[in-house]
């Protein structure tokens, strides 16, 4: 059985399982499900890792830019620090998009807070990225670490239980199916959303009704009307990654996609 994780008063993520207590949040998370929410009409403008064209990327001035631009929802990528906290940065090491050097999982929260992440900017954490858009825009967590699923989760719960925020204002996608499947397990609650390359496998949508999936979030390579038409049939919305140009934002809005990742979010 899954544990289940849950915030310690410091901040760190620890696993506890308790039953009445599991309840009590899964209660309050229904209770908090808004009926309708911008997630569920239009075409999505969806901030990849922020504004990321102008911004560092992954950084608090990239998702307040985003939100000043107009964006519905930031994307952003998760691993664990040394010390079992969430933090938001693509890669498993610093060495991209820091003047550091080292595995993230191998350094503190506060070790990776010294690091210059561009502009002054530094690596936040998830917890730090939900204080800043809460209210102001939706956000899609992409798991990308071992050990994520359940730390996101605790996570999102904080939000929802602690600050009002409607589950339904968040998603959890990754490319790794194992921690979808946890989220499923712990958190069936969160909306989750399998992430496919340029190579999309046969059973792509076999996985996602396994997943319960709520969208596929696919490479803008592999979309064409009669795939949209094909995820729309089964239930699923498509959100595409990661777009730029205006020439495939406009193509991609006309075979109607649900959302539409990119570093411009003014561009969506």
């Known amino acids: 059985m899954q544990p289940e994780y849950f915030l310690t008063a410091t901040g760190r993520i620890s696993p506890r399982r308790s039953v009445a207590l599991a309840l009590v949040i899964a209660l309050g998370l229904f209770l908090n499900c808004s009926r309708e929410s911008a997630l569920e009409s239009g075409c999505l403008k969806i901030a990849h890792r922020g504004a990321s064209g102008a911004y560092p990327e992954n950084t608090l001035a990239a998702f307040a830019a985003a939100v000043e631009q107009g964006a519905d929802m930031v994307e952003l990528d998760v691993h664990l620090s040394a010390d079992s906290q969430l933090v938001v940065i693509h890669d498993e090491t610093v060495d991209r998009t820091t003047g550091g050097s080292g595995a993230v999982g191998a350094l503190t929260v506060a070790q990776m807070a010294a690091l210059d992440a561009g502009g002054g900017q530094k690596i936040p954490t998830l917890a730090e990225v939900f204080a800043l858009v809460r209210g102001r825009c939706n956000v899609n967590v992409e798991l990308k670490g071992p050990g994520t699923a359940g730390p996101a ?22 490319f790794d199916l194992d921690q979808l499947e946890q989220i499923k397990v712990i958190a069936p609650e969160i909306r989750r959303a399998p992430l496919y390359g340029d190579k999309l496998p046969e ?37 595409v990654w990661t777009v730029d140009e205006p020439e495939e934002i406009a193509r991609l809005k006309a075979l109607g996609v649900d959302g539409i990742i990119g570093d411009y979010p003014d561009r969506l």
């Open 203 to 239: 059973d792509y949508l076999a996985v996602a009704h396994a997943l319960g999936a709520w969208s596929v979030n696919l490479n803008k390579g592999v979309i064409t009307a009669g795939l949209v038409k094909r995820c729309h049939k089964q239930g699923f919305r498509v959100l």
């Open 153 to 174: 989760a605790a996570l999102i719960r904080l939000e929802v239980l602690g600050h009002a925020v409607p589950v339904d204002r968040f998603v959890v996608s990754s």
